[in-house]
């Protein structure tokens, strides 16, 4: 049995989970703020048999990978001028994960 | 020394924490949801010795195992109808818990 | 890779994670409460190479250690009574830490 710690953007969060518990992995989501990545991230525990590992990892890194995203803002960025929609790119996602050996397992 | 990590129900996870410290484990709670139990559970971190383990288990077990409890609905399932209230069994509780090898432990 | 798992009191996690992202280690913050330290505490998580950690926790005793601060009550222990400003010494502070052996690290 492995614990995977797992910190993620938490715009991602929700998709990971969801697409883990389809797969039957079952993941706990921690409130976490700050650090490893930009500001608004989620922690999540996922406890995985050994040989199912790189299924979840796999499932993460879809799901949460770095990743260019283009976005047209809505708004002009200096009010008076004539606005036209410029689309930019902008980067999101981003995971950490840490996969730990666990000494025992029990459910009850 | 071990770090436990259990996730148990809200509702259990203040029993468990009182009798964790009534024996004299330390134990830290993080708000969390969804997951491994249905919603609303809580993780709690809890250090002890590796001979104490068994003893933070036993006390796990007891304050949060998956059981039936008897519940009396106090509000007619439709409303209209003469109500006579009828006891429902509900499965409350289940905690998922494991058990890390700490490398270091300091204190400070 | 290690993972470091460190409870503060909430008025030092802060200035402990703003030290450690001063020298590179980024820290990501969970909610908690109560428990290993008095009411009001911090989880952090920190990612760090096994020949960092004795960087992370010098930084972690600096910033968090259980010490003594001289405190002068702004109001008066009994109202009514003339009031002169006495200086209490009080403790604050304290970290409890574990790190812990990371299986497998991945970053996306
Ligand atoms: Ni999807
Ligand atoms: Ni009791
Ligand atoms: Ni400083």
């Known amino acids: 049995m492995k614990l995977v710690v797992a910190i993620l953007q938490d715009k991602d969060a929700q998709h990971a989970i969801s697409e883990l518990n389809r797969r039957g992995f079952r993941a706990t989501k921690l409130a976490s703020t700050g650090g490893f990545l930009r500001e608004g991230n989620t922690t999540i525990l996922i406890g995985v048999d050994e040989k199912e590992v790189e299924h979840v990892l796999s499932v993460l890194r879809r799901t949460s990978s770095l990743r260019k995203e283009t976005l047209t803002p809505q708004t002009p960025a200096h009010s008076g001028e004539p606005y036209v929609p410029f689309p930019v790119e ?13 000494d025992r397992y029990e459910k009850f």
């Open 90 to 102: 902008v980067t999101v996602g981003g995971a950490t994960v840490f996969v730990l050996d666990v």
